[in-house]
């Protein structure tokens, strides 16, 4: 009874790890992240899992570890909806006073998670991660990082964090400003920093992934950049205008330097050459701006149809008809 007393006194803890075909490294996982809660008994514990449509057994484990241990509850996703949506899923479920964020695949060590406690309780709302060195990418992937950071850092007003992955630290205010951004292109690194509140870095190691191989390819990593671009600054749809003032500067330069040639020294014109590449020139800009602005028309066009972000298969064990999701707004919509 009294311990009873004790246990609901405790803050609790959501670690929520998004999962796609991870069946070999969940039991590892749970080894590692037991040892080290098992050194926290200041808090309680929940492991959420979010099966995110895994082709593998991985929710046959997860439903394995469901049984063994009453801490861990997981989530399964009707399909395959990407890890930034997994991780959103986590957040609406989770229900500890603070979250930690972290993958499968044991590239985030769980080791890290009494530091970062820690810091949670001297007062900071989201402890974050950098990794302290990419020396384990190629130089295309080490490249294409640095290119896209140096870029997005530049147009937009937001600090976006180099090297920080999501395993991090949430306090409970900050799950919540989460879970009020809605949007269905998520590019939840942007977000983290979007949201503010009190921030703490902490440097950490990371490791090769421990089993399974990763999900993301090149195709992949640029879309993920395309969507860090859009969602966090407009700058370039100002592209064409910028295009379009300087071409016209150079051309009316062009122009008037023709003018002038042909009146002092009755030159003729050379006029093929030059028109086909000015065309061609410009020709090429124009798509390079429609399709920018496609980019973004495309993301309004998502946007407005307002579907739910995921859809729940199942929620330890029970399947789900009535949207979590859906529940949550009727009842902000019944409190309006
Ligand atoms: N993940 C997911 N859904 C996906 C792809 C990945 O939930 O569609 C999870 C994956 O199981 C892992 C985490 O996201 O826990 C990071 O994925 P991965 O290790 O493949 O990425 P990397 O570490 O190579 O960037
Ligand atoms: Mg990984």
Redesign the pocket.
């Known amino acids: 009874m009294v311990y009873l007393e004790r246990v609901k006194l405790l803050k609790k803890i959501t670690i929520i790890?998004?999962?796609?075909?991870?069946h070999e490294v969940l039991p590892q996982l749970y080894k590692r992240l037991c040892a080290v809660l098992a050194g926290v008994d200041a808090y309680e514990f929940e492991i959420l899992l979010?099966n995110?449509?895994?082709r593998d057994n991985t929710l046959e484990v997860m439903k394995h570890l469901h049984e063994g241990d009453p801490r861990i509850s997981y989530i399964d996703l009707s399909r395959?909806?990407?890890?930034e949506l997994?991780?959103i899923a986590g957040l609406d479920h989770a229900e500890g006073d603070a979250v930690i964020i972290?993958?499968?695949?044991l590239?985030h060590p769980p080791e890290l998670i009494p530091e970062m406690l820690g810091f949670w309780q001297q007062g900071y709302d989201d402890v974050y991660t950098k990794r302290s060195s990419r020396a384990d990418e190629s130089f295309l992937k080490r490249w294409g990082a640095n290119t896209f950071y140096k870029f997005l850092q530049r147009v937009t007003k937001i600090t976006i964090h180099r090297d920080v992955?999501?395993f991090r630290l949430l306090d409970k205010r900050c799950v919540e400003a989460l879970k009020l951004l809605r949007e269905t292109q998520r590019y939840t690194k942007g977000m983290f920093s979007w949201i503010g509140y009190n921030k703490k870095e902490i440097i950490f190691d990371c490791q090769p992934?421990a089993a399974?191989?990763?999900?993301?390819n090149y195709f992949g990593l640029l879309e993920l950049a395309m969507e860090g671009i859009t969602s966090f600054t407009t700058f370039p749809l100002k592209l064409a205008t910028i295009f379009g003032f300087s071409i016209s500067l150079v051309a009316f330069m062009y122009m008037a330097g023709v003018i002038l040639k042909t009146m002092m020294f009755g030159d003729p014109v050379q006029g093929y050459p030059t028109l086909l590449s000015v065309i061609l020139f410009l020709g090429g800009i124009q798509l390079i701006v429609l399709g920018i602005i496609g980019e973004y028309l495309g993301r309004v066009f998502n946007e407005t149809k307002r579907r739910p972000l995921y859809l729940v298969n199942e929620y330890n064990g029970r399947k789900i008809t009535y949207h979590k999701e859906l529940i949550n707004e009727r009842r902000s919509n019944d409190d309006v």
Do not use: V
């Not at 395959?80 to 890890?83: D, L, Q, V």
């Open positions: 790890i998004p999962c796609y075909n991870e979010i995110d449509g895994s395959n909806f990407g890890k997994a991780m972290m993958d499968a695949d590239q992955g999501d992934r399974g191989a990763t999900k993301w």
